[in-house]
């Protein structure tokens, strides 16, 4: 048996992830904080499906996570992340500490004790960063440096990993048209007319793909790589 993960599977992005993956691994499990949609994700997907309601900020959520997984681990996709976008001086504690909580320490952790499992040799893991990570964005402060600190694990756990036989990827969005971007919509849609050169949203589709690529079909020789689906962002200043 082999299982295939993926973590904020109820969201834009994470979704997509679960339909391009789907069959890629004997039981797939989908894992965010609200039931009824990944349920209705897996009713969609078709084939040996788990669902699991978890926040990934927490060690229960890591438990439930791994007592979901049979046999070995194929591969994993961390898609789970919240958005924050505020001016520091506008945020509170509670908003700064459940920000790196969420997009930063819970994952982290939970890959540590995803270690400690059996993993199918040669396997994967993809780590959705963001844009956000390498620009110096207004209003983007602590959600960046958090992307940022899980890029930086991610391009070390490459180095780490490859004697195990794991290889560690980074795809870091620019502007996908999912409800993350939230109230901004409109202000990131203007962003995006001005300064991306395609000049246009992403899709959730168009990052699947990118995972898909790097889970299933790149060299096995690819690993600590980042590959940002951008529409062109970061080539401009």
């Not at 959705?128 to 983007?140: E, K, N, Q, V």
């Not at 971007?181 to 202000?187: E, K, R």
Request: hydrophobic fraction near 50%; proline fraction near 5%; include cysteine.
């Amino acid at each position: 048996m082999t299982t295939g993960l993926v973590v904020g599977a109820a969201g834009g992005i994470g979704r997509a992830c679960v339909q391009a993956l789907a069959g890629s691994a004997e039981l797939l499990i989908l894992c965010a904080r609200r039931r009824e949609p990944l349920e209705a994700l897996a009713a969609e997907t078709g084939g040996a499906t788990a669902v699991v309601a978890a926040d990934v900020a927490t060690a229960e959520g890591h438990e439930a996570i791994v007592a979901a997984i049979e046999g070995a681990l194929a591969w994993v996709v961390l898609a789970s992340g919240m958005p924050l976008r505020k001016p520091l001086a506008e945020l509170d504690a509670e908003e700064i500490a459940e920000t790196f909580a969420t997009n930063l320490v819970g994952p982290t952790l939970l890959l540590r004790r995803l270690l400690e499992l059996p993993w199918q040799k040669p396997a994967a893991v993809v780590v959705i960063g963001s844009i956000s990570a390498s620009r110096s964005l207004p209003r983007r402060s602590v959600y960046g440096a958090s992307k940022a600190g899980l890029e930086h694990l991610a391009r070390s756990l490459a180095a780490e990993l490859a004697p195990a036989g794991i290889r560690v990827n980074v795809v870091s969005p620019g502007v996908i048209d999912t409800p993350f971007l939230g109230d901004d919509t409109a202000a990131l849609a203007s962003w995006v007319d001005a300064r991306v050169p395609l000049a246009r949203l992403g899709s959730p589709d168009e990052v699947a793909s990118v995972v898909r690529y790097l889970i299933l079909d790149s060299p096995r020789y690819l690993t600590g790589a980042r590959i940002a689906v951008d529409g062109g962002a970061e080539t401009v200043a």
